[in-house]
C-alpha cells in the first residue's frame, strides 16, 4: 500500500533557507472573544533616553526573556492560569470554529522562543480540527482526522502558532487559484491579529507570496507561503513576521507562525535613521574587498542575485534593508538592549566554484547599511561572526 504523504514538515524546512535568522512573539492588539484579561505592564525602560548612535551605550531596554531556554518560571497563581487556559480555548475557538472543543482539555504548559526570548507558553497538543473535511477525505483516502498543535501566548492572549499537515493519496488538484488561496490566508491573519489592528498597522506590513509547486519543482503540493513581514519607518524587520503555510488542494491552513514582537519593544531600540548610508552597490564592493583580502591570488569570479532559486519572490525581499532584530546580531547585556538594532543590507551571492558544485546555490551576506561592517557571511573559511553557526 503506497500512501504518497507530503507533510507540511517539507516546506517548513524550506523557510528556513530564506529566513536564516529566526524569532519573534505576537504583538499586543484589539481582538475579540477574550474575557478577564490579564492585564500586562510593559517592560521597556530607558537611562538617559536611547542614543541613536548607539555608540556609547547609553540605550537601556529591558528584553522580555531569556535569549536562551528555559524560559522565566511560571508567576501565575492557580486562579489566572486558570483564566488564561480558559482565554486560549476561546480565541482558538473564534479564529479556528471547526476545532473540536473537548479536544482542546488536552493541554500543558510550555515554553517557546518568541523571536529571540524564552517565555511561557500555553500548549494545546492534540486538537482536532474538522474543517474541510470533505476537501481532505477527496484528495487522501488516508485520512482519518486533522490532528492539530496550538500554541497560545498566555500573557497578549494570541495564537503563536499552528501546526497541522496536508497531503494526498495521488496527484493533488487544486480547487482554489492562487490568488484565493492568498486572500484566504490574508483572511486568517487579519482574523488572528484582529480586524481594527489590521487596519490601523496595514501600511506596515510587507507582504510576499511565494508559489511552493514553482519553488520546488520536484515537489507536486499545491501550497503558498505566505510572508508578512512588520516594519518601521519603511524598512522591514527581518525577523518579525508572520509565516501562513496554505494549501490550495484542500482551500486549508496547514501552518501558522508568528515571531510578531510587542510594538512598544520594537519602537525602544528602532532608533537609527532608516536611510543607509553605503549604498547597496557599495555593500557589494566591501564584500568583494573582503574576499579578495583573504584570497589575493585567486578571482573568484563574484555574482550577485537578485532572487533565490528562480525569482519566487520579488527581488526587494532577497536584496534589500532590513531591521537585524535576532539576538545575536544585537548588544545585550544583563537582560537590556544597550545599542539600537542594526540597519542592513542584505543580499546574495556565489563564486565560479560554488557555480561548479550541483551542492552549492547562492549564499547571503548581510553588511551594516550605516557603518560598512560585514554583519555575517559564511564562505570557504570566513566566519562573521565567528561565534554564529
Known amino acids: 500500500m503506497n500512501c504518497n504523504l507530503k507533510l507540511s514538515s517539507l516546506f517548513l524546512s ?9 524569532g519573534g512573539c505576537i504583538s499586543s492588539g484589539d481582538k475579540s472573544g477574550l474575557e478577564d484579561s490579564a492585564t500586562i505592564v510593559p517592560t521597556t525602560e530607558h537611562t538617559n533616553g536611547p542614543d541613536n548612535s548607539g555608540v556609547d ?8 526573556g531569556p535569549v536562551k531556554p528555559p524560559a522565566d518560571p511560571l508567576s501565575y497563581d492557580e486562579n489566572t492560569k486558570q483564566i488564561l487556559v480558559d482565554n486560549a480555548k476561546k480565541e482558538i475557538l473564534r479564529v479556528f470554529p471547526d476545532v473540536i472543543e473537548s479536544s482542546l482539555d488536552n493541554y500543558k504548559w510550555s515554553e517557546e522562543d518568541y523571536g529571540g526570548y524564552f517565555a511561557p507558553a500555553i500548549l494545546f497538543e492534540n486538537a482536532i ?49 492562487y490568488e484565493e488561496a492568498k486572500d484566504h490566508a490574508m483572511s ?6 484582529g480586524e481594527e489592528h489590521y487596519n490601523e498597522n496595514k501600511d506596515k506590513y510587507f507582504i510576499y507570496t511565494m508559489n511552493n509547486k514553482i519553488a520546488y519543482r520536484n515537489d507536486a503540493d499545491l501550497t503558498i507561503l505566505l510572508l508578512i513581514h512588520n516594519s518601521h519607518n519603511g524598512v522591514k524587520y527581518l525577523n518579525d513576521k508572520v509565516e501562513i ?9 496547514i501552518f501558522y507562525k508568528s ?15 532608516p536611510v543607509p ?16 583580502e583573504n584570497f589575493p591570488e585567486k578571482d573568484l569570479k563574484v555574482e550577485f542575485h537578485e532572487n533565490y532559486e528562480g525569482a519566487v519572490l520579488p527581488s526587494d525581499y532577497y536584496s534589500s534593508l ?3 532584530d535576532s539576538p545575536g546580531y544585537m548588544n545585550i547585556t544583563d537582560g537590556y538592549v544597550r545599542e539600537p538594532l542594526k540597519l542592513v543590507w542584505r543580499f546574495y551571492f556565489n563564486t565560479e566554484d560554488m557555480r561548479n558544485n550541483p551542492e552549492e546555490t547562492v549564499r547571503p551576506v548581510y553588511v551594516d547599511a550605516h557603518t560598512g561592517e560585514i554583519v555575517y557571511l559564511r564562505y570557504a573559511g570566513i566566519s562573521i561572526p565567528a561565534d554564529i553557526r
Do not use: C, H, Q
Open 259 to 273: 515571531r510578531i514582537k510587542d510594538p512598544v519593544l520594537l519602537a525602544e531600540i528602532t532608533t537609527l535613521s
Open 188 to 193: 486568517i491573519f487579519t482574523n488572528v491579529m
Open 129 to 177: 480540527d474538522e474543517s474541510k473535511l470533505k476537501e481532505r477525505l477527496e484528495s487522501n483516502e488516508w485520512f482519518t482526522e486533522n490532528i492539530v498543535r496550538i500554541a497560545v501566548n498566555p500573557d497578549t492572549g494570541y495564537i503563536k502558532y499552528y501546526k497541522g499537515s496536508s497531503g494526498s493519496s495521488g496527484t493533488p488538484k487544486e480547487i482554489i487559484s
Open 57 to 64: 551605550g547609553t540605550l537601556k531596554v529591558k528584553w522580555p
Open 245 to 253: 503555510l496554505y494549501d490550495l488542494a484542500n482551500d486549508a491552513i
Open 277 to 292: 548610508d553605503v549604498t547597496l552597490d557599495e555593500a557589494k564592493e566591501i564584500l568583494k574587498a573582503k574576499l579578495n
Open 322 to 324: 532590513y531591521w537585524m
Open 14 to 22: 524550506a523557510v528556513i533557507l530564506i529566513a536564516i535568522f529566526s
